[in-house]
Each structure stands twice: as structure tokens, then as C-alpha cells.
């Protein structure tokens, strides 16, 4: 609706799924989580089993607007919308999501990695809507910590680093680490995971996985040169490791 | 043609299809107390409650509002009388130029519905979604505050 209201699209038609029940709903499947494409933001904020099986989901949720936008702002909506500095998204690539899309002639499957294309732009195609977006929920005891700079709670975030941490016998054994708002889509950070896999999770070892985020090839634009930008992605990837080290 | 409750009254309208539902409820049925600001969602002078949910007028086409219970600042006071909400933003001067108010006043409605005894964080929290131009934000949480103790004592 904004870029309606800013004449940036104009579209010939637009077709509501405001009132499509059935693509509303959380519920736990063999191995994921399948969350419907009209979900509420605000029902997902305030699910128990979003909370207990996607506690990094429950927490990026919070930043997403605010709770006038949550009401009617769902899931499939932020994904189809890609903004490069949404928290969904760069939740769906933490995860490696997968997205469930159908036209008329049937369905199919995307993960997330092959589904962002670029700013604003994904892999569907004109006739095609997103039903179901699946998560794999990590096991029981995981860390995990979303953390974001905005200029102000609620706006949109300049940058933000999500993870996902398993720790077992001290050492990691399983570990996500995404970047939004820094490339033109949410990126995982392959060479910081690196570091930190079958590692001892020292504060040295988080520091040198952070550093790694100090080259990124990352967006410019007039407030926020890229420069800028790759200080906040070594800055919120090491408050982000930190964070969602068990405490 | 559009069928909606607006403040337990119900109206029913041929709008075009492009009209937002702050322009209907302004233009169509004449309740100028929902305010347009950014009209791109952020402001949040516009908030009205939808359904029993606050959403940003500007951001809902008028026809999405079809059979759908809709509550806007008009309906708050009663027979002249203010509710407690608004006596509290009254007593303790939660207001100034008055634009944002509509907007605050709908979103606290929803919040002390939900929850009757929030704490302080948790009115800035709802309220981070409204802008004040005349940084009257303390007193419109001293306001909230206030309503939330009145409305238990009720």
C-alpha cells in the first residue's frame, strides 16, 4: 500500500488475499514449522509454538514496524516484498526457509537462497502467489539472537545480523550467521560460520569471525555509505554471536 | 458497494475501488477526527481500530473493509462525555496541538484492552508507533499510565 499511495507502482489490477482463511495459520509439521502466507506478523508474535520451536523468529518479529502494521502485515507479504533491510527475510535465509509458491497449474518449492534474487525482487513469476513458508527448527537449547541498528525502534533497519548457534561439548556444532541490510539481499556469511564451526566459542575466535564481515561488498546510499555499512555488519555480527552464546 | 460498521453504525456506500479507508471514513462519512499525516503508515495519525485490531487507515483500501466492524476517536466519548481515556489524556494534558491524538487514543484503546496493567515500557512500545510533533510523549504515557489505573479501579 505505500508504494500505491506513492504512485512508485500502479498496478492494473490488484487482487486481495486479505480474506483467504485457509493461508492463515501456524501449525508443526514432520520436521518444520509451516507458517501460511497471510499470517498476521502479530500472530506470529504472539504464537507459543513460535516462541518455543522459532525463538530467533519470536525475536526478529518484535522489529518488524510496529504493532498497528503487525496487525495486518503478514509473513508471505514481507517475503514477497523483499526489502533488503527487513528482518523476515533475513530470518527465511537464517533458516534457509522454504517457500511454497502455486499458480493455477500447481505448485512448487523454493529454498530461500534461490528464491531472493535481488532488492525487491524474487524468483516469482507473474502468475505465481506464495502459500506456505516451511522452517526447520533447530534442536532444543539452541542460541540464537537477532540484532538490528535503526535510527529509531520500529523504523527500518539500516542493518541487522541474525544467528542461529547449537553448542555440544563446548564446541560449536552448528552455526547461521545472516546479514541484512548490508548486500542487495540477506546474505549468510559462509567464512565467519567457518571460524566458529567445531570451534571452542571464545571471544577472540567471535571477534575474528565478526572481522570477516569488514569486506562485504555492501549497499550505498545517500545517509549510509557502504563503509558504513560494513562497520555495522562487523559490529552487529559480533553482538549477535555474543548474544546468542547460552548465558 | 461497500457494507461497513463504523462506531455500531452501519453504512452502506458505492466508493471506487482506489479509495483508501481514511479517505472514506473523512471524505464519504464526514469523521475528520482520523487524522492523515505520511499516508505511507509510519506517522500513525490515521490508526483506527479494524475489527478490534488497530490498523493505519491509510494503509487499507476502503473496500477492505467490507463487513467489518470499524472504531475511530469519534466513538470513544459518549453523550458529550469523554471515556476515561480521554479524561486522562484531558486531566494530565496529554495532548498540545491535538493532530496525533486521534491515532494515540485508538492504539492505547486496543492496548488497556489487552492488557490492563501494562507497565511504562510497554506504552512507549505501543506508542513507538505514533509520531508527536510537539514531543508531548511524556505526558501522553503519564496519560496512558493514568487511564490504565482508572479503568482497573473501575
Given at each position: 500500500m505505500p508504494m500505491l499511495n506513492f504512485r512508485v507502482a500502479s498496478p492494473a489490477h490488484v487482487v486481495d488475499l486479505?480474506?483467504?482463511?485457509?493461508?492463515?495459520y501456524i501449525n508443526e509439521e514432520a520436521g518444520h514449522i509451516a507458517i501460511g502466507a497471510m499470517t498476521r506478523q502479530r500472530d506470529i508474535e504472539t504464537s507459543d509454538l513460535v516462541a518455543r520451536r522459532l525463538p530467533l523468529l519470536a525475536a526478529a518479529i518484535r522489529?518488524?514496524?510496529?504493532r498497528q502494521t503487525r496487525n495486518r502485515g503478514t509473513i508471505g507479504g514481507s517475503l514477497a516484498h523483499?526489502?533488503?533491510?527487513?528482518e523476515l527475510p533475513a530470518v527465511a535465509v537464517a533458516f534457509d526457509a522454504e517457500i511454497q509458491v502455486r499458480n493455477q497449474d500447481g505448485g512448487r518449492s523454493l529454498r530461500m537462497a534461490d528464491f531472493a534474487k535481488g532488492p525487491l525482487t524474487t524468483?516469482?513469476?507473474?502468475d505465481e502467489l506464495i502459500t506456505e513458508l516451511r522452517f526447520r527448527p533447530w534442536s532444543e537449547g539452541h542460541g540464537h539472537a537477532f540484532v538490528e541498528f535503526a535510527r529509531?525502534?520500529?523504523?527500518?533497519?539500516v542493518a541487522s545480523a541474525a544467528t542461529l548457534i547449537l553448542i555440544s561439548n563446548g564446541r560449536v556444532e552448528n552455526i547461521s550467521l545472516t546479514l541484512g541490510g548490508v548486500g542487495p539481499v540477506p546474505i549468510r556469511v559462509l567464512a565467519a560460520e567457518k571460524i566458529l564451526r567445531?570451534?571452542?566459542?571464545?571471544l577472540a575466535r567471535i571477534a575474528e569471525a565478526a572481522n570477516c564481515c569488514a569486506n562485504l561488498e555492501a549497499l550505498q546510499d545517500p545517509l549510509y555509505p557502504a563503509w558504513y555499512r560494513q562497520k555495522l555488519a562487523v559490529t552487529l555480527t559480533r553482538r549477535a554471536l555474543e548474544k546468542a552464546l547460552p548465558r | 458497494m461497500l457494507s461497513v460498521t463504523v462506531n455500531g453504525r452501519r453504512h452502506e456506500r458505492t466508493v471506487e475501488?482506489?479509495?483508501s479507508l481514511a479517505d472514506f471514513l473523512r471524505h464519504?462519512?464526514?469523521?475528520?477526527?482520523?487524522h492523515l499525516g505520511?499516508?505511507?503508515?509510519?506517522?500513525?495519525?490515521?490508526t483506527v481500530l479494524v475489527g478490534g485490531r488497530t490498523a493505519r487507515a491509510c494503509l487499507?483500501?476502503?473496500?477492505?473493509?467490507?463487513?467489518q466492524d470499524v472504531s475511530t476517536v469519534?466513538?470513544?466519548?459518549s453523550d458529550g462525555a469523554l471515556n476515561a481515556l480521554q479524561q486522562s489524556f484531558w486531566d494530565q494534558h496529554g495532548?498540545?496541538?491535538?493532530?496525533c491524538t486521534p491515532g494515540v487514543l485508538m492504539t492505547l484503546t486496543e492496548l488497556l484492552r489487552e492488557n490492563a496493567a501494562p507497565t511504562e515500557a510497554q506504552v512507549r512500545d505501543a506508542l513507538s508507533g505514533h509520531l508527536c510533533r510537539c514531543t508531548g510523549y511524556h505526558n501522553i504515557v503519564v496519560a496512558a499510565m493514568d487511564a490504565a489505573e482508572r479503568l482497573r479501579g473501575k
Open positions: 486479505n480474506r483467504v482463511a485457509g493461508l492463515a522489529l518488524v514496524g510496529h523483499l526489502d533488503p533491510s527487513a524468483a516469482l513469476t507473474s529509531r525502534h520500529g523504523d527500518f533497519a567445531n570451534a571452542e566459542p571464545t | 475501488s482506489r479509495i464519504d462519512l464526514g469523521l475528520t477526527g482520523t505520511c499516508e505511507h503508515g509510519v506517522c500513525g495519525a490515521c487499507m483500501l476502503a473496500v477492505q473493509s467490507d463487513g469519534e466513538g470513544l466519548a495532548l498540545q496541538c491535538g493532530f
